[in-house]
């Protein structure tokens, strides 16, 4: 049994976070030497603390491509805090693309007890499924994301199937990797017809706690339906 504890703190002029992370029960490939599996427990000082939320990961099932870059994993997340906070997601992810070592594309298929899940067996069971496909990811020099197409499909068989598509571009970060602009177009299953536009900017946070939570923005929202009603478009911003 190896056990790592890691407390990182990052400093700025506008940002001070500690996260403290203890690292339990890594397990090995006996043929390989590569982790398969490990449990994280994380507290975050813009969380709470050490009295704030209880972050737990279990993750396991980690396999790997002939360059040792990780391929697949199973993630079980439990989040506590007292009697406010009770909730284990799972996340299956699949199918991770590689460029230049960098991650250009995933499938994650998440259930959670927050959606009516029931925490059974160490992974949570749900008839309703959020299935989320990345791709097309790409990275500044600084290996900060800069573009990306979210598809993401809530499904319960006979219920629901929506499909909500998101393709985000044009984001900036301020000197401390924080994201401060983005530009998504979005499209939905559930409302054929309606394009939606969603301009973010002027993102700022706390310079006062310094704990990197979101203090402000200026939103601009543009919907377009291509679909005539009585002869006439819709276009609202």
Same mark, same amino acid.
């Given at each position: 049994?190896?056990?790592?504890?890691?407390?990182?703190?990052?400093?700025?002029?506008?940002?001070?976070?500690?996260?403290?992370?203890?690292?339990?029960?890594?397990?090995?490939?006996?043929?390989?030497?590569?982790?398969?599996?490990?449990?994280?427990?994380?507290?975050?000082?813009?969380?709470?603390?050490?009295?704030?939320?209880?972050?737990?990961?279990?993750?396991?099932?980690?396999?790997?491509?002939?360059?040792?870059?990780?391929?697949? *994993?199973? !993630?079980? $997340?439990? +989040?506590?805090?007292?009697?406010?906070? =009770? #909730?284990?997601? &799972?996340?299956? /992810?699949? @199918? %991770?693309?590689?460029?230049?070592?960098?991650?250009?594309?995933?499938?994650?298929?998440?259930?959670?007890?927050?959606?009516?899940?029931?925490?059974?067996?160490?992974?949570?069971?749900?008839?309703?499924?959020?299935?989320?496909?990345?791709?097309?990811?790409?990275?500044?020099?600084?290996?900060?994301?800069?573009? *990306?197409? !979210?598809? $993401?499909? +809530?499904?319960?068989?006979?219920?629901? =199937? #929506?499909?909500? &598509?998101?393709? /985000?571009? @044009? %984001?900036?970060?301020?000197?401390?990797?924080?994201?401060?602009?983005?530009?998504?177009?979005?499209?939905?299953?559930?409302?054929?017809?309606?394009?939606?536009?969603?301009?973010?900017?002027?993102?700022?946070?706390?310079?006062?706690?310094?704990?990197?939570?979101?203090?402000?923005?200026?939103?601009?929202?543009?919907?377009?339906?291509?679909?005539?009603?009585?002869?006439?478009?819709?276009?609202?911003?």
């Amino acid at each position: 049994v190896t056990t790592e504890s890691d407390n990182t703190k990052i400093a700025g002029t506008n940002l001070f976070v500690i996260t403290t992370t203890d690292r339990t029960a890594i397990a090995y490939d006996p043929a390989t030497g590569r982790i398969i599996g490990y449990t994280d427990t994380i507290t975050s000082s813009s969380t709470g603390g050490a009295t704030g939320v209880l972050d737990t990961k279990i993750m396991s099932g980690i396999t790997y491509n002939s360059l040792n870059q990780m391929t697949r *994993y199973i !993630e079980n $997340d439990h +989040q506590l805090k007292g009697s406010i906070l =009770d #909730v284990y997601t &799972t996340t299956l /992810r699949t @199918g %991770i693309s590689y460029e230049s070592g960098r991650i250009t594309g995933y499938m994650d298929i998440v259930t959670s007890t927050s959606t009516g899940g029931t925490f059974t067996n160490g992974m949570v069971i749900s008839d309703l499924s959020e299935i989320i496909t990345m791709s097309g990811i790409t990275y500044d020099d600084k290996g900060r994301m800069l573009n *990306y197409t !979210e598809n $993401d499909r +809530q499904f319960n068989p006979g219920i629901i =199937d #929506v499909t909500t &598509t998101t393709s /985000r571009s @044009g %984001i900036l970060y301020n000197s401390l990797g924080q994201m401060t602009e983005y530009h998504d177009y979005i499209t939905s299953s559930a409302t054929p017809g309606i394009k939606t536009w969603n301009d973010m900017t002027n993102i700022a946070y706390d310079t006062v706690n310094k704990n990197g939570l979101m203090l402000s923005y200026h939103s601009v929202t543009t919907e377009s339906d291509n679909t005539k009603i009585a002869g006439t478009n819709l276009f609202v911003i």
